[in-house]
């Protein structure tokens, strides 16, 4: 489908993917400074609320942003009429959240609302070029719905996440944290979830080189997020259990039936050994449904004092962020590859970019984090909150080490074949676009 045409600029997507690995480091850092507020952490300003929002901005959102605008041309067919746009949306982001992030942290109301309207900002942008892809796509009509979803729920998060931020110091909501309840259910579930799962429509059959799954799962998964979504954020708002609680329900089984799609090209592909990402991936499959479950049971306040904040590290730390990490060791170099190729000559595999180790300490080092920290959570110790931090930022350290390391084997590809500099702001067609 000529999809190595629609290769953006290198430093465009790999400047998104290497600000979320630095932003992965961050994460945990910040983790360990907030340690001592973060088991009985309710809402409001502080240092969790900025851990929070350096994983939510810094690497989930620097992550979407990035897989959207590289992934869905090469997808959908559809070229950007512009690349304007997509800088615009990266220098508004970056500097907005790196003033949102101080805002936060120390509570000071005008970094907070001054950060936070420069990333609707780049939001808004990132959402017209978006839209404006979708709009033209004739193709994958499944993956476009959710990715459609995704949009409608970043521009609902985004106003409220601009009222939160000028109820702290107005006082105008109703209820505070009904409505900030609200905020997460559309960022982790309606932006990132719905996203996720459309790309992984995409993703995973490419990776694994099988057909997209046969059968109802997608559309099946894919209208019952939505009704998970929709249903979630109205319990939130008017804060009732039994709706919050059907919305996990809803969302459970949307998440059997896409896993079990996902399961499917796993098991048709001809690509049998996929590497350490997708344990992480599956992984990450298994932590859905079981946050699903967190979720409804916190709900009836099932799971005690510290629930809602268990709850909250499983869905951001547990699914989102393994989930990430998994597809993020696959998309780097796959697309490093595609922009290393060379007329004649095949894309550059896995194991001659970058060495294994890296991913192995990441990989060993986020288990314990997430076990850590989890159980410092669930028995409200800060020292076992600290040691997963510790283990966290190693593990964010290994994967930064990694990105890094794929880069300077672009770059020196590009010197030994060109005998020059590496073409950073230029793409090259290839061959063939399957490392």
Known sequence: MGAQMRLL???LP???????????????????????GIPAFSGGPGPVLAVIHILTLGVFGMT??????????VATGVAHRSLVPVRL????????????????????HAAMLIGGIVVAAGFMVF????????????????????????????LLLVVLGLALIEDLARGFLPDHQFVGLAHLILAAFGFMGMLTMGFSYILVPMFALSANPPGPE???????????????????????????????????????????????????????????????????????????????????????????????????????LTFLMGILQRIIPFLAAMNMSKKGKKPPRLSELAEAAPLKIHAFCHA?????????????????????????????????????????SYRDYHKESDGGSAPLNSATPVSNPNP
């Open 9 to 11: 600029p290198p430093t």
């Open 14 to 36: 790999f400047r998104f993917f290497g600000a979320a690995a630095v932003m992965h480091v961050a994460v945990w850092l910040a983790g360990f400074w907030a340690a001592e």
């Open 64 to 73: 979407a942003m990035g897989a959207a605008f590289q992934l869905l041309p």
């Open 89 to 108: 949306a990266w220098w508004l982001y970056l500097s907005g959240a790196v003033v949102l992030f101080y805002g936060f942290a120390t509570s000071i």
């Open 127 to 154: 959402l017209a070029v978006v839209a404006s892809l979708l709009r033209r796509a004739r193709t994958l009509p499944l993956q476009v719905r959710f990715a459609w979803v995704g949009l409608v729920s970043l």
């Open 218 to 320: 997608g559309s099946v998964s894919f209208f019952l997020a939505l009704g998970a979504v929709a249903v979630g954020v109205a319990g939130a708002l008017v804060g009732s259990a039994p709706l919050l609680g059907g919305a996990a329900l809803l969302g459970a089984v949307a998440s059997a039936a896409y896993i079990r799609a996902m399961l499917w090209s796993l098991r048709n592909g001809m690509r049998k050994n996929l590497g350490l990402s997708f344990v992480l991936i599956k992984a990450a499959w298994l932590m859905l449904p079981v946050c699903l479950v967190m979720g409804g049971a916190a709900a009836f306040g099932m799971l005690g004092e510290h629930g809602p904040v268990l709850f909250t590290f499983m869905l951001l730390f547990g699914w989102l």
């Open 368 to 408: 314990l984090a997430l076990i850590a920290v989890g159980s410092g959570i669930a028995f409200d110790s800060s020292n076992l909150i600290r040691g997963g931090a510790v283990a966290g930022v190693v593990g964010a350290l290994a994967f930064l080490w990694f990105t890094v390391t794929v880069l300077r």
